[in-house]
């Protein structure tokens, strides 16, 4: 049997939540990522001296340390991709949940967050603002983790800058280090205004809600009117 289809209001939350699950995905996975790689850091775990012979070779191999290098390798592959991943689902969230913020706000229905795609099929991130919420309590919190995340985007760009560039000098060199260390934050910051945004979401959805719930009650009670004793029953 066919389920009946969900009010635009529904289907767009349904989105956006989506969005938020898949981006929450990927932060766990990372965050278990950084916990596996640092089991083998080497400032922090001793490498046993113990050492084999190779048959046929000369020298001998120590092979404690081996697999603390070939872990160390492993790891940090997958700190890094899940890092990234990370990231880019955090950006889609937010940036996903203030378009459709920007949409309700707008008069329009949109049933699902709508994305641009790249020739390869990729989603492109729309734009992150959210305006017109004046009256939204969290207005101001909302404020601050945008601009912590323009921060964040600002600094990662400047850094790929100095990087691209053919030489940078020693103050160049520290400038480009610090910029990354900040760009590191973007996917955290990303999450956080996301949160805030699915907040905003909901208050933007009131009203649509509200004119739901009273077309029910219209329709429930044009029902009853109509209905004759011997139809219900009496």
């Known amino acids: 049997m066919r389920k009946p289809d969900l009010h635009w209001t529904e289907s767009l939350f ?26 083998v850091d080497f400032d ?8 084999i ?9 120590e092979p ?3 697999a603390q290098r070939i872990l160390h390798r492993l790891y940090y592959t997958l700190e ?5 991943q990370f990231e880019e689902a955090a950006l889609l969230y937010a940036s996903g949940t203030a378009w459709a913020v920007r949409a309700v706000l707008n008069g329009e229905h949109p049933a699902h967050v709508a994305f641009q795609t790249t020739d390869r099929g990729d989603l492109v991130p729309p734009s ?6 004046d009256t939204f309590s969290e207005g101001p919190a909302l404020d601050a983790a945008y601009d912590a995340l323009v921060r964040c985007m600002q600094a990662s760009e400047y850094g790929e800058d100095l990087a691209d560039q053919d030489y940078i000098s020693d103050h160049e060199a520290g400038q480009m280090h610090a910029a990354w260390d ?8 990303a999450f956080t ?10 208050f933007a959805l009131l009203e649509p809600c509200r004119a739901r719930e009273r077309e029910i009650a219209l329709a429930r009670a044009t029902a009853a009117k109509d209905e004759t004793p011997g139809e219900s029953g009496v």
């Open 182 to 189: 900040v760009a590191r934050g973007t996917a955290a910051a």
């Open 14 to 39: 349904d989105s956006v939540y989506a969005l938020y699950e898949t981006a929450r995905e990927y932060q766990l996975a990372h965050q278990a990522a950084q916990i596996t790689a640092s089991t």
């Open 64 to 66: 404690h340390g081996r």
């Open 193 to 202: 205004y996301g949160l805030l945004a699915q907040r905003a979401l909901n």
């Open 44 to 51: 922090r775990r001793r490498t046993h001296p113990g050492r």
């Open 53 to 61: 012979a190779l048959t046929g070779r000369s020298g001998t191999s």
């Open 128 to 133: 992150l603002e959210i305006p017109g919420l």
């Open 80 to 84: 890094t991709e899940t890092r990234r």
